[in-house]
């Protein structure tokens, strides 16, 4: 009896809500087949009764016929307070204007429905935003009859969205202001999705460069640092965070030092998705790091000083010591060699000195390159010993076989300088310092890679906890004023932060320092500096003909006649003119050329590269008591075969004649 009465209402309403949107099928003579139509209407009607969406007929003037209690949860109104309300009267006074366009261009013909998104006024007096997606209903004749609405509750997703874009407004507004670059790249295509304004300021190239080609800001690394920004491109998420400086250069010319910060991007399942990077122009804290280790080194070698020329004359007593037992002996053969064996060794030892404090006064300027652990602790060992009071006394425990690390020889040897010299300081009235040198793993790292472990240990003063916690503070210093700057250990800390490395401390009052420095360690064979031969071939015994170039007449003189002894022919010029024109006059004759850096009239440089352009293949060999490492291009350039560094011997000068 129920569902005759639900047939009967379908017939007698066909526009209720319930029979929204089913359409009879017909027979031939035209009847409506109500019984199948029915069996659609009463699944159609429990859909829509138990929907969270809203549901509504609504009349051509818009008043509501008929509404779901989706609708009413979603709005507050009852359905029977809907019949009083129209659409205008709910809808947002902004929104009303472009509402009544819509509806009046379905109205005419312009399509049959339109989705919107609108804000509806809740009876709560608060604006719910809804998703609109409106019919218009047609009779057969095309005449327009009401609207079927369907309404769905986006509140919770346009608070998203809004939230999202002020989040994407303020993340704008901040990386246009800041003054790193950032950008953002997807890890699979590699395709860039964000590059903040800074680039363009930093690289001095377009962003579009950059959308174009992601990789193009490779192109303004300096070629020597090349590999170190390259180090910054994570390939996979294992690979974690990456923290690199190095050099670019802009189209000008000018060179800038950029710290670069790459960090790998995870999604919700863990796969790795985004690639984010943080670049910071860091030319002038570079600057600032360089003069301040510079101004410590100085400050090292203030120390070293004192220590030094008393070295230093007790060298010269020495020679004059003996030069006088020359003058004394010059009937006994045997003396006068016992004499001249002292007086080449203590020169030797002054050779020795001068060289160390060459290393100590170089200019701190960053240069990554393979080197020798051992021999750089061993040099600066070296120094510490012939330069400290007789009351302390050095142990140390370095291996013979070679521990290599890539590193800025210079800002090591600071490192090492710094260490030793604190831990003498520590002891005014004497005592024990012990260094020691070995590799371990490192159990700091996920791969166990090897570390090189640097000790120096004094038994002190020793530190207490306070002054552990800020010994390497800037400007923290427990020595007296005009003693120090309080910036040796903090230069420490930088230098070996640039080099991946650590330091740590153990100490006690009245107990004792010991310093442990982390470097790590490489595993492929160091490569020889080309300029510096360290190791002659076997000695040949077929002549050479020999242009010599030197202006200190005291080594021009006994070299030529020291290498015409040995059968070699000499050509001598005393300045940088008179030996191009030996060379033009004599260069089918000459098998290589000796020149000294420092000449008067043309420098050793400045001829080295006339003679070059005339003969590609001659050997070129330059002396110097000091080399500029800013020259080390233009050496490369010309092409000279070695460095010969004074003070030398003779018989060194001869054995590299003879291998060529």
């Not at 429905?113 to 209903?137: A, M």
């Not at 020795?352 to 390159?369: D, M, N």
Request: aromatic share 8%.
């Amino acid at each position: 009896m129920k569902e005759d009465e639900e047939m009967q209402d379908c017939k007698e309403n066909p526009n209720s809500l319930d029979h929204l949107s089913l359409y009879s099928e017909t027979d031939t003579t035209g009847k409506v087949k109500w019984n199948d139509w029915f069996c659609q209407v009463s699944h159609f009607k429990n859909i829509i009764r138990h929907s969270s969406d809203g549901y509504a007929i609504i009349s051509l003037e818009g008043k509501y016929i008929s509404v779901n209690p989706g609708l009413s949860r979603i709005l507050g109104y009852t359905e029977k307070e809907f019949q009083d309300l129209n659409y205008q009267s709910l809808t947002h006074p902004n929104d009303l204007g472009s509402d009544l366009d819509s509806v009046q261009a379905l109205m005419a013909g312009d399509g049959s429905s339109l989705r919107r998104e609108k804000r509806y006024k809740h009876k709560n007096g608060q604006y719910v935003w809804i998703q609109l997606d409106l019919t218009l209903i047609r009779d057969e004749e095309g005449f327009p009859q009401y609207f079927a609405a369907q309404l769905q509750e986006i509140s919770e997703r346009k608070r998203s969205e809004k939230a999202l874009k002020e989040s994407e407004e303020k993340f704008r507004q901040l990386s246009e202001t800041i003054d790193e670059a950032f950008w953002m790249k997807d890890a699979e295509t590699q395709k860039l999705l964000y590059v903040s304004p800074a680039y363009e300021r930093i690289w001095g190239r377009s962003m579009d460069s950059l959308f174009e080609n992601p990789d193009s800001w490779l192109n303004s690394v300096h070629p020597d640092d090349l590999h170190l920004a390259l180090q910054t491109i994570p390939k996979k998420k294992e690979d974690g965070n990456k923290n690199e400086k190095f050099r670019i250069r802009l189209d000008d010319g000018a060179e800038r030092w950029i710290r670069l910060r790459t960090f790998p991007v995870f999604g919700a399942d863990g796969s790795f998705e985004r690639i984010l990077g943080v670049a910071r122009d860091v030319t002038q804290q570079h600057e600032l790091e360089r003069q301040l280790a510079h101004s410590q080194r100085m400050e090292s070698i203030g120390s070293l000083a004192g220590g030094v020329a008393h070295d230093f004359n007790n060298i010269l007593t020495v020679i004059l010591g003996f030069s006088s037992l020359l003058e004394r002996n010059r009937e006994n053969p045997e003396k006068i060699l016992q004499s001249v064996e002292v007086i080449r060794k203590t020169a030797e030892r002054g050779t020795s000195l001068v060289r160390q404090l060459l290393t100590l006064a170089r200019k701190v300027e960053s240069f990554f390159r393979p080197i020798a652990l051992n021999d750089l602790i061993s040099e600066a060992l070296n120094i510490a010993k012939s330069t400290f009071p007789k009351s302390i006394s050095i142990d140390s425990d370095i291996p013979l076989g070679l521990i290599k690390i890539n590193a800025d020889y210079t800002q090591i040897h600071q490192i090492f300088l710094n260490l030793i010299l604190n831990a003498k300081d520590a002891m005014p009235t004497g005592g024990n310092i012990s260094v020691s040198l070995r590799t371990a793993e490192d159990p700091l790292s996920e791969k166990g890679s090897k570390m090189a472990l640097l000790e120096v240990k004094d038994n002190g003063t020793g530190m207490d906890e306070e002054t552990k916690r800020k010994i390497f503070d800037p400007f923290f210093t427990t020595k007296e004023p005009g003693k120090g700057t309080g910036l040796g250990l903090a230069l420490v800390y930088s230098i070996l932060e640039n080099h991946k490395g650590r330091i740590t401390v153990e100490s006690s009052l009245g107990q004792g320092t010991k310093f442990t420095v982390y470097l790590p360690v490489l595993s492929e064979s160091k490569k020889e500096d080309p300029f510096f031969e360290t190791s002659p071939k076997d000695e040949k015994k077929d002549t050479r003909t020999v242009l010599l170039i030197e202006d200190e007449e005291m080594i021009r003189i006994p070299l030529a006649g020291y290498l015409s002894e040995f059968g070699h022919k000499l050509y001598v010029a005393q300045d940088g003119e008179e030996g191009i024109a030996a060379y033009s006059q004599h260069k089918e004759d000459i098998d290589v050329v000796i020149c000294d850096l420092n000449l008067p009239k043309a420098n050793g440089l400045e001829v080295l590269r006339k003679i070059r352009a005339q003969d590609r293949n001659l050997p070129l060999f330059l002396a110097s008591g000091y080399i500029d490492p800013k020259i080390k291009a233009d050496l490369e350039e010309i092409g000279i075969k070695c460095i010969i560094q004074k003070p030398y011997h003779f018989e060194s000068i001869l054995k590299k004649i003879q291998n060529i």
